[in-house]
């Protein structure tokens, strides 16, 4: 994914003021985390992270640009809420220190949480499970009318 981003700033050309978001939804804001720690010079200025398992860091500062410009949202009825956290060593107490602490999931702290130190913005809460016979049509509704609008928002500006 790195390449191919680089690849779009090259044929842009960056004094053209082309501005790059980059945006995961799902496993794909963990694919653009892991992307965004491990490219130092990607040319990316925001990124906007929806209905996500963790990003693969624990801090927005780990994504190389500056926290402020990391965005991130869940829908309350999302059933990502309840992802759970990583493994643990069933014989250390040490590994379930954390379970006191609700920011931690599947992939690293909550993007959405204080801990995380990105922006959060607000998305409708979304159809409860099993609404209209979907198991979750939470996680796919970032993508309505009223979400989009905050997307659009910060892809053009950068701010919420």
């Known amino acids: 994914m790195g390449n191919f981003i680089q690849g779009i700033e090259g044929a842009n050309h960056r004094d053209s003021g082309v501005h790059q978001t980059l945006l995961g939804h799902s496993y794909g804001s963990l694919v653009a985390g892991e992307t965004m720690s491990t490219h130092i010079d990607l040319p990316v200025e925001n990124a906007i992270m929806v209905g996500s398992p963790g990003v693969g860091v624990d801090h927005a500062k780990d994504l190389n640009i500056p926290p402020d410009r990391v965005f991130a949202a869940t829908a309350a009825n999302d059933l990502i809420n309840v992802a759970p956290p990583p493994a643990r060593d069933p014989l250390s107490p040490k590994s379930y220190w954390d379970l006191f602490d609700d920011h931690t ?56």
């Open 105 to 160: 999931i599947v992939h690293g702290t909550d993007p959405t949480s204080d801990d995380f130190g990105g922006q959060v913005f607000t998305v409708p809460a979304g159809k409860l499970p099993g609404e209209d016979g979907e198991i979750m049509p939470a996680h796919s509704q970032y993508w309505d009318t009223t979400p989009l609008d905050g997307l659009a928002r910060i892809v053009t500006g950068g701010r919420l």
